[in-house]
């Protein structure tokens, strides 16, 4: 019995390192495809305890490996932030148990073939996990694991980013099923094939999609990086200072440059510390009037607005437009009306990180289409990248391209040459919204990275963390309006019916959907 444990244990855990491995910042994503397989084999036919058990072997190896920079991140910003990052991790521990319980009711009570089984857990899971209200956490999602293979993932244009997990799980439980046929037999072997053609299939749709792509250049661009270290994050008077001394370094360096006047220079969420005030604006309409281009800032926004709509009972985390020329140029984002000057609210971030902006910040209600001189984009605040609704509701909207302008100075590197595993897993999720939605993005960071990335995935610009200055970038679009910004998260969806659907059927007898192999009647 307790070899038994020990083997149920070791097969949890081999199945979230080799999971976990599949993400970034490691992307050895061909691990993805069948790093859930010792997980179906050690629930085979354990008791409901094991099973549980399990569970927590899996989900404390794929999430401990993963978000280990949760607790580390938190200390010293929030109280008792290393504490509540643990506190998360033990959440996210459990959710791995519950996901192993399930799959062995599906599976072994109930008789449900593994490799739909596997597919409407995970997929299900990560459905619940984005729609939890001010709990949603989406962050961790096995289709990041074709981030660094963007083409490969070329499905999601279709099925989202759910789908391609429901993908993933699918060969990984045909795979299990293979297995667990008498081997060799006609069975084992039909069921290989199957498995091969499904991980194949959608591949080389994807890649074949991502050739015949017509991408769209869209007008140029300013786009900005800001060094700020953690430490002075946390000190508002270091940290507004750091902000408008790196503020003006890029803003002189470009000063300098010559090219084609860009239409619009994005800098990143919050620098500044201080809430928007008349001297804030001032130094961001000097910033605009000398890159000869409105503004995208990102500002805290207080009780008193400053001549915007204000933040009713707190502050809120906004994206402005300000624009030196006074120009009419924001669109149906504008939330509020200034008093004198011609800045703008685009949008209030709406995702705020559970535990971190709240109650310190109150969520905004989002805004619209940006529209400048030809351009239609979208903002989404930092997180926010991590919720593939909000950026199919902006290209359903007309938009073209992504702005998503953030903070990753809180995030604490790992060990040198691999940087923030928070910011590998961030652009992963830039990169899946691209393909879903087929709309090209930027990204504005302060002490992050600064992203072009193509409607395709691929990322065509990056610098470094830790950089500072502008670049000036043509980012590209495509005309299509993709199935998933028609139909939403369908695959999702159906994986929650199913599931539903699933448990409410009468078990079947016991070891119906084992997937040992049948045992050979002795002679």
């Known amino acids: 019995m307790r070899l038994a444990r020990r083997a149920h244990l070791i097969g949890g855990a081999t199945s979230g390192i080799m999971a976990a491995l599949a993400l970034p910042p490691f992307d050895l994503w061909p691990l993805a495809f069948v790093a859930l397989v010792p997980l179906a084999r050690a629930l085979s036919d354990p008791e409901p305890d094991e099973a549980v058990r399990t569970g927590f072997a899996f989900g404390a190896a794929y999430y401990g490996?993963?978000?280990?920079?949760?607790?580390?991140?938190?200390?010293?910003?929030?109280?008792?932030?290393?504490?509540?990052?643990?506190?998360?991790?033990?959440?996210?521990?459990?959710?791995?148990?519950?996901?192993?319980?399930?799959?062995?009711?599906?599976?072994?009570?109930r008789g449900v073939p593994v490799a739909l089984a596997l597919p409407v857990v995970f997929a299900g899971t990560e459905l619940l996990l984005a729609h939890l209200g001010p709990l949603s956490v989406p962050w961790i999602s096995l289709s990041l694991s074709l981030s660094s293979v963007p083409e490969m993932a070329g499905i999601a244009e279709w099925v989202g980013a759910t789908g391609v997990t429901f993908w993933i799980a699918a060969v990984n439980g045909g795979a299990s099923a293979a297995l667990g046929a008498a081997s060799f037999s006609p069975r084992a072997l039909a069921i290989a094939l199957a498995t091969i053609l499904l991980g194949v299939a959608p591949a080389h749709w994807g890649i074949r999609?991502?050739?015949?792509?017509?991408?769209?250049?869209?007008?140029?661009?300013?786009?900005?990086?800001?060094?700020?270290?953690?430490?002075?994050?946390?000190?508002?008077?270091?940290?507004?200072?750091?902000?408008?001394?790196?503020?003006?370094?890029?803003?002189?360096?470009?000063?300098?440059?010559?090219?084609?006047?860009?239409?619009?220079?994005?800098?990143?969420?919050?620098p500044w510390?201080?809430?928007?005030?008349?001297?804030?604006?001032?130094?961001?309409?000097?910033?605009?009037?000398?890159?000869?281009s409105p503004l995208l800032a990102?500002?805290?926004?207080?009780?008193?607005?400053?001549?915007?709509?204000?933040?009713?009972?707190?502050?809120?985390?906004?994206?402005?437009?300000?624009?030196?020329?006074?120009?009419?140029?924001?669109g149906a984002g504008r939330l509020g009306t200034p008093s004198r000057a011609p800045s703008r609210l685009?949008?209030?971030?709406?995702?705020l990180v559970p535990g971190v902006e709240r109650p310190g910040l109150i969520p905004g209600p989002g805004g619209g289409v940006l529209q400048v001189e030809g351009l239609s984009s979208g903002v989404l605040i930092c997180f926010e990248v991590a919720f593939a609704a909000d950026a199919r509701r902006y290209r359903a909207a007309g938009a073209e391209l992504l702005l998503n302008p953030s903070n990753d100075s809180w995030f604490r590197p790992n060990w040198e040459g691999v940087g923030s595993f928070a910011m590998a897993q961030h652009r992963a999720h830039l990169v899946l919204r691209t393909i879903e939605?087929?709309?090209?993005?930027?990204?504005?960071?302060?002490?992050?990275e600064l992203l072009v990335v193509e409607p395709t995935g691929r990322v065509a610009l990056s610098r470094p963390a830790g950089g500072e200055g502008i670049e000036r970038v043509v980012p590209t679009t495509t005309r299509i309006v993709t199935g998933f910004v028609r139909f939403g998260d369908w695959v999702g969806w159906l994986s929650l019916?199913?599931?539903?659907?699933?448990?409410l059927q009468p078990p079947g007898p016991r070891g119906n959907g084992s997937l040992r192999a049948p045992r050979t009647p002795a002679a």
């Open 346 to 351: 685009v949008h209030a971030k709406v995702r």
């Open 273 to 292: 510390a201080s809430a928007w005030s008349d001297t804030l604006e001032e130094e961001l309409r000097g910033y605009a009037e000398r890159l000869g």
């Open 497 to 503: 019916l199913l599931l539903g659907a699933m448990l």
């Open 298 to 330: 990102g500002v805290h926004l207080g009780p008193s607005g400053a001549g915007l709509a204000p933040a009713v009972g707190g502050r809120r985390n906004v994206a402005i437009l300000v624009d030196a020329s006074g120009v009419e140029q924001a």
């Open 209 to 270: 999609r991502a050739e015949r792509l017509a991408l769209v250049p869209l007008p140029p661009m300013l786009v900005a990086q800001l060094a700020i270290p953690r430490e002075d994050l946390v000190d508002s008077a270091r940290r507004d200072a750091r902000a408008s001394a790196g503020a003006e370094r890029a803003v002189s360096e470009v000063e300098r440059a010559e090219g084609p006047s860009p239409v619009l220079a994005v800098f990143p969420e919050a």
């Open 437 to 448: 939605t087929r709309m090209g993005a930027v990204r504005s960071s302060v002490g992050g």
């Open 65 to 109: 490996i993963l978000l280990h920079w949760v607790p580390i991140t938190l200390h010293g910003v929030v109280p008792l932030g290393a504490l509540s990052g643990v506190l998360f991790l033990g959440i996210m521990t459990g959710l791995g148990g519950a996901q192993a319980l399930v799959l062995r009711e599906l599976i072994v009570r």
